[in-house]
């Protein structure tokens, strides 16, 4: 079945620092979002890819989709103490079953 | 405009139990999907409603099983539980699949299996 594997799974960095997060699909997607769960709430929708090599920008976030729709990564300029929580891909694939995969999430403590 | 509700919040069985839980969407989406999520890992799919049938579903046994209303609220239902089955539950809406699967999700059910 597919999976979607992320990298690193745990990450501590100084507020200021920059951060990513890396995310491959072992099947080609239709499309990747992201999301974040904050500690004890629910995952949140952030963003949307379709497009092979698609990148979009929210303020200090950067999303890439690959070329070939099958990784994506999730790149934080200058982090702030509001970035803390646990960041997870999820992708649906181009065949088969259409549900979302998510990934095992990589989880990012900022210290101030 | 009201987002996805879960009920109940939190919940305790002990094994061999069975337990309901139960989902509205959000206002508009008429498909609800269902999540178990283990404490650090990302949420793992059990199944998807639209039109009151169940049209995917994961790699999960038959004691897993659903049902959606005609108003698009949704139930989930586990038999026989086990020890393994404590889990954060999470409830998804989102519009008709295929159109638009961004996920929409409620603040879920905590299942502890004593």
């Known amino acids: 079945g597919q999976q979607v594997m992320q990298i690193p799974q745990y990450q501590h960095v100084q507020e200021g620092e920059d951060f990513t997060t890396y995310c491959n699909s072992s099947?080609?997607?239709?499309?990747i979002q992201w999301y974040k769960q904050r500690p004890g709430g629910h995952p949140v929708f952030l963003i949307q890819?379709?497009?092979?090599?698609e990148v979009k920008k929210q303020k200090r976030l950067t999303f890439q989709f690959g070329e070939a729709k099958k990784n994506s990564s999730l790149h934080i300029t200058a982090t702030q103490t509001t970035d803390v929580g646990t960041y997870f891909c999820?992708?649906?694939?181009?065949?088969?079953?259409?549900?979302?995969?998510f990934g095992s999430g990589t989880r990012l403590q900022v210290q101030p | 405009d009201a987002g996805v509700t879960q009920s109940p919040t939190h919940l305790i069985k002990t094994r061999g139990q069975q337990v309901t839980l139960r989902c509205s969407p959000k206002?508009?989406?008429?498909?609800v999907s269902w999540y178990q999520q283990a404490l650090g890992q990302g949420p793992q799919f059990i199944f998807q409603y639209y039109e009151e049938e169940e049209r995917q579903r994961g790699n999960f046994p038959d004691r897993f099983s659903g049902h959606q209303f005609p108003n698009y609220s949704s139930e989930l239902n586990v038999n026989a539980l086990l020890l393994g089955d404590s889990a954060l539950y999470l409830c998804?809406?989102?519009?008709?699949?295929?159109?638009?699967?961004?996920?929409?999700f409620g603040s879920g059910t905590q299942l502890s299996v004593l």
């Open positions: 999820a992708g649906v694939r181009t065949t088969g079953r259409r549900a979302l995969t």
């Open positions: 206002s508009g989406h008429d498909t």
């Open positions: 099947t080609t997607l239709s499309n």
């Open positions: 998804a809406s989102s519009l008709v699949p295929g159109r638009d699967e961004k996920l929409f």
């Open positions: 890819l379709v497009k092979s090599g």
